[in-house]
T-cell receptor, first 117, second 114 residues
Framework: AQSVTQLDSQVPVFEEAPVELRCNYS??????LFWYVQYPNQGLQLLLK??????LVKGINGFEAEFNKSQTSFHLRKPSVHISDTAEYFC???????????????FGQGTILTVHP | EADIYQTPRYLVIGTGKKITLECSQT?????MYWYQQDPGMELHLIHY???????EKGDLSSESTVSRIRTEHFPLTLESARPSHTSQYLC?????????????FGPGTRLTVT
């Protein structure tokens, strides 16, 4: 079975510090990769996605992620965080083979990012 | 901004009651999904649909059922609610085709069964 592992359940940082949230996935087939953010009592919002092309992907709110196929990783980074970035972040993977994806996502366990003043 | 709606947002109900969680989207998306999310945990897919009259069970076994008789509407029903059903339920949709595109999520329904 395919799986997604977010290596840190909680990441506390100070405002304006850089942050990296780590995500690894298991795969023997091609993948699409996503990072979502969830604020309290809300649904998930897409931060960024990797479908193909450049392995460095830029998203909203100053976030970026790098796809590393050899390490099967898709780590999320931000050079300077704000208080408003406090939320839970989910890595998700869509697996496909033979050129067809069924659209289903497998999610990681989530990383709670807490930004302190 | 994604146009996917869920009602109610919060529901507290007694054991044994029948409930229906509503999900609607106005984007014309073919694929729709229901996820269950416990606090501090990942999302687990419990149902999905690739179009009208198409429904499949997801990776996590669930006692709930779904229907898809209109493209825009994907309700989830629990015939007899139990405390073990207490959770957050998130609905999502994505467009069809052979590619995989991002899923758009509704705000969720937080269900508490007493």
């Amino acid at each position: 079975a395919q799986s997604v592992t977010q290596l840190d359940s909680q990441v506390p940082v100070f405002e304006e510090a850089p942050v990296e949230l780590r995500c690894n996935y298991s795969s023997s087939v091609s993948v699409y990769l996503f990072w979502y953010v969830q604020y309290p009592n809300q649904g998930l919002q897409l931060l960024l996605k990797y479908l193909s092309g450049s392995t460095l992907v830029k998203g909203i709110n100053g976030f970026e992620a790098e796809f590393n196929k050899s390490q099967t990783s898709f780590h999320l980074r931000k050079p300077s965080v704000h208080i408003s970035d406090t939320a839970e972040y989910f890595c998700a993977v869509s697996y496909f083979a033979g050129g067809t994806s069924y659209g289903k996502l497998t999610f990681g366990q989530g990383t709670i990012l807490t930004v302190h003043p | 901004e994604a146009d996917i709606y869920q009602t109610p947002r919060y529901l507290v109900i007694g054991t044994g009651k029948k409930i229906t969680l509503e999900c609607s989207q106005t984007m014309g998306h073919d694929k729709m999904y229901w996820y269950q999310q416990d606090p501090g945990m990942e999302l687990h897919l419990i149902h999905y649909s690739y179009g009208v009259n198409s429904t499949e069970k997801g990776d996590l076994s669930s006692e709930s059922t779904v229907s898809r008789i209109r493209t825009e509407h994907f309700p989830l029903t629990l015939e007899s609610a139990r405390p073990s059903h207490t959770s957050q339920y998130l609905c999502a949709s994505t467009r069809g085709g052979t590619g995989s595109y991002e899923q758009y999520f509704g705000p969720g329904t937080r269900l508490t069964v007493t």
